[in-house]
């Protein structure tokens, strides 16, 4: 039977005019540029869904199933939690009608727009949830394409026992170098792998450590050289990405954020309850731990807290 996550340890405490009223707790886990843990709290080895922070292991294996794609840009939306602005839609409706499918091809729900003010967009104009918008369609669009690329049927596509299915568990265990300890239905309705954290953080590093040209380095270097498609305009992975020049990063929902700069390391982390507002202090930590230094992670290294609209406080790691 798979080790069971129990939750990890304290990461960030909840500070309002002096006062700690609350605190997030999760685990973490660093790793150097060989692949050799370098510091870390709370349990790095039992398993966790990634959440979308699977994303470019997924690309990775509809590439090497035959998912042809020329534009890195296509590449960096497959991959994506996008935030549904028009750009990602139009590139997703785009990647669609190149195989002569339509949005109602998706398994992914319909629902609004991930971002914010994209979201508001839709609804001021009177629209409402599409399967388009949903931010994990790109994801599916490239295993639509990915299916008929390999002669897979396109029914069931997003069912665990489907030949695409079972071809992306299998990259994910190569690249994580473990077994997949559980299979789950993920919130746009395709399969989750549970990884540790350590074996998502040794994914990562593969990303963006392997040689010019290959599979691995396609997706990493087309996420990189297209960060606002991967999140969108305000997104904190995209932020990070642009900030950081190097820098392979993904969120994942349930707290997950993973990344890693070549030459320098890999980190993998989760808020236990799930928290977006400590994800990015404990990231920055992590990171600080590694040597990585840029005002992007000056600004992300506490979330504030207000109090009669001005700053009372913040959101702060405490490892």
Not at 10 to 37: K, N, T
Not at 242 to 263: D, N, Q, T, Y
């Amino acid at each position: 039977m798979a080790k069971t996550y129990e939750g990890g340890e304290a990461l960030a405490e909840v500070v309002r005019s002096g006062f700690v009223e609350g605190v997030h707790r999760g685990s973490v886990v660093v790793l150097d540029g060989s692949g050799a843990p370098v510091a870390g709290a709370g349990d790095g080895t039992a398993p966790v869904f990634p959440r979308s922070a699977s994303k470019p292991l997924q690309t990775l294996g509809m590439l090497r199933a035959g998912l042809a794609l020329t534009d890195p840009a296509d590449v960096a939306v497959v991959s994506a939690s996008h935030a549904g602005e028009e750009f990602h839609l139009a590139r997703v409706a785009a990647l669609l009608r190149s195989a002569d499918l339509d949005p109602a091809a998706l398994h992914c729900p319909p629902d609004l727009p991930f971002g914010e003010a994209a979201r508001e967009a839709v609804l001021r104009a009177g629209g409402g949830p599409s399967r388009l918008a949903m931010n994990c369609s790109g994801k599916h669009a490239g295993m639509l394409l990915t299916c008929l690329a390999a002669g897979w049927p396109l029914d069931g596509y997003w069912r665990p026992e489907h030949p695409l299915q079972q071809r992306l568990t299998a990259t994910i265990e190569e690249c994580a170098g473990e077994r997949v300890a559980a299979v789950g239905v993920d919130g746009c309705g395709a399969p989750v792998s549970a990884v540790s954290l350590t074996g998502l953080a040794r994914a990562y590093l593969r990303l963006v450590t392997a040689g010019p040209g290959c599979d691995e380095s396609r997706v990493a270097d087309a996420m990189r050289a297209y960060p606002e498609v991967v999140g969108g305009t305000v997104a904190d992975d995209t932020r990070l990405m642009r900030g950081v020049p190097g820098m392979l990063a993904k969120i994942g929902a349930e707290g997950v954020f993973a990344a890693a700069l070549p030459g320098v390391g890999a980190v993998a982390l989760k808020i236990d309850d799930g928290a977006t507002r400590a994800r990015m202090p404990v990231l920055v930590s992590a990171l600080r731990r590694l040597g990585v230094r840029a005002p992007i992670l000056t600004e992300y290294a506490e979330f504030p807290l207000l109090g009669g609209a001005l700053p009372v406080g913040g959101v702060r790691p405490v490892w």
